[in-house]
């Protein structure tokens, strides 16, 4: 229980100062999910979320899951 907040918060910090790029970031990261869903990669993932974004994706894919 202690952690979902944690999570939560970092979340929310670049979320919103990332306000006007929000749509961007969604576009890549509803299409990464679906590719890494379907390859059930952990590689092809990491790989594909280290290409796409820095940590930004990851943190997006973390809390879609």
Known sequence: ???????????ETPIATTD???PTTETPSTPEV????SNSTSNDEEQEAATV???KVTKTLLFLK
């Open 53 to 55: 974004a820095p940590s």
């Open 1 to 11: 229980m202690g952690r979902v907040p944690s999570i939560n918060e970092y979340c």
């Open 34 to 37: 679906q590719y890494a869903s």
């Open 20 to 22: 006007t790029p929000e």
